[in-house]
């Protein structure tokens, strides 16, 4: 058996899928967003998907499919729009997204679950709970675990560059617990060094912008990184080393904008080009539509092979230009980065859809506004350390005796020993 777990505001499953990999069972997961539950339902069919508003979600939604005594950990990973900083105006909205915290609260209580696990972008320490009050939203969350019976927590600010993410995406945790006598802790970084850029794409051959033609076989040089991300039996997805190549599809650009991209260079983005180019210069390329009348400062950075991607995001089809290549990344690029397995099928939504307010995710945004699968792997691990050290066992079985079984994507299972496992999936041969 392994220990358990109720997953809230899901999204396409990316905390699930690292909790997978580190011996967790998900039983339930919570997702408002259609497409964003074919996506789940798709890579995790063993897991009872509640599509709802979680505000709606009643105890019988969720105690018939989970322990008489309880789960182990409820995951939270709230909306962030309202919170983040990162180039919108949502941030200065004020609206019931900021206190939806109280959900993640209410189904771990419902769920009797002995660990809860918040995430979110690390400005919502600095948001009010409304335009006139003074109190924070994260000082009334902390009153309300306290209320809840869940006043022993710790929280921290993780990059998830530290934890093999190819990726420079600092993320807000906090972990709470109903013991007031368990020791909480974070993961520790890897200490391997950055995954960059080079080592997220290797192995995926190049497409050409406009071609239609989607690439199918992998080619060229490998990685230890590329070899991760296939291999479906870390991921508990099955045996071996995943064949097929998916979602190398091309984008379609106009000349004017495959124009832009040839005058980047790594790590300059569209802002550069407009310091770049200024006077008649830059009017001849606006009137040729090369360069946009207005300047968005997060838009078209082409990445460097040598670092570590910045923070994808659900505009991740916007913002990032491959690093050799005149052309925005690829679905499976972005996941990549993202350190989802080749293996993940983005089932839900259409590829590319306005980016507004709305009731559908494409496969871009279902990918920027997951949790990196290998961070999550890292939380996963360390909580099952948490609970090990502390007497608590899976359905009360002998700390000796344990063993965790996570039931892979085609239903068989994989025999895990989770003292085995590393925090970092880089440490040691598999």
Not at 140 to 145: D, G, R
Not at 201 to 226: H, I, M, T, W
Not at 400 to 409: D, E, H, I, L, M
Request: charged share 25%.
């Amino acid at each position: 058996m392994a220990f358990t777990h109720i997953d809230c505001f899901s999204g396409a499953g990316g905390l699930c899928t690292g909790f997978h990999a580190a011996g967790f069972d998900t039983l339930v997961a919570i997702e408002h967003i259609q497409s964003c539950v074919d996506t789940y339902s798709a890579n995790h069919p063993g897991v009872h998907v509640v599509h709802s508003d979680i505000r709606d979600v009643a105890a019988e939604d969720v105690l018939p499919h989970i322990p008489q005594d309880g789960v182990d950990l409820v995951s939270s990973g709230m909306p962030c729009e309202t919170f983040s900083t990162a180039g919108n105006t949502s941030r200065s909205f004020y609206d019931d997204r900021q206190l939806l915290f109280r959900e993640g609260i209410r189904i771990a209580k419902l769920a009797k679950a002995r660990l809860l696990l918040f995430e979110n972008v690390p400005a919502i320490a600095t948001k009010r709970v409304s335009r006139q009050s003074g109190q924070l939203v994260l000082e009334l969350l902390k009153a309300e675990l306290e209320e809840a019976g869940y006043g022993n927590f710790m929280e921290v600010v993780l990059n998830a560059a530290q934890y093999g993410v190819p990726q420079r995406r600092n993320r807000f945790f906090i972990l709470a617990c109903q013991d007031p006598k368990w020791p909480l802790s974070h993961p520790e970084p890897d200490g391997n060094g950055d995954v960059c850029v080079s080592d997220a794409f290797a192995g995926l051959p190049n497409v050409v912008p406009n071609s239609g033609r989607e690439a199918a076989r992998y080619e060229g040089a490998d990685s230890k990184y590329a070899a991760l991300m296939r291999d479906d039996a870390f991921w508990g997805r099955g045996e071996g080393a995943c064949e097929a190549l998916s979602y190398q599809t091309p984008m379609r650009h106009r000349p004017c904008t495959l124009e832009r991209f040839s005058l980047l260079n790594p790590g300059e983005g569209l802002k550069d080009l407009f310091e770049r180019y200024a006077g008649p210069e830059r009017e001849s390329l606006q009137a040729r539509r090369v360069l946009p009348k207005k300047m968005f400062i997060k838009r078209n950075c082409r990445l460097k092979e040598d670092e570590p991607s910045p923070t994808v995001t659900s505009h991740c089809l916007d913002e990032f230009v491959h690093p050799v290549h005149d052309r925005a990344l690829t679905v499976r690029e972005c996941a990549r980065l993202q350190s989802f397995p080749d293996s993940y099928d983005f089932r839900g939504g259409p590829y590319i859809v306005p980016h507004i307010e709305r009731e559908v995710q494409d496969k871009y945004e279902q990918i920027g506004d997951a949790v990196p699968p290998l961070l999550a792997y890292a939380w996963g691990v360390k909580i099952s350390r948490i609970l090990e050290e502390n007497g608590w066992t899976a359905n009360g079985t002998a700390l000796g005796a344990y063993r965790a079984r996570p039931v892979s994507a085609t239903g068989s299972p994989a025999t895990v020993s989770l003292q085995s496992r590393p925090c970092s999936p880089f440490f040691g041969a598999r």
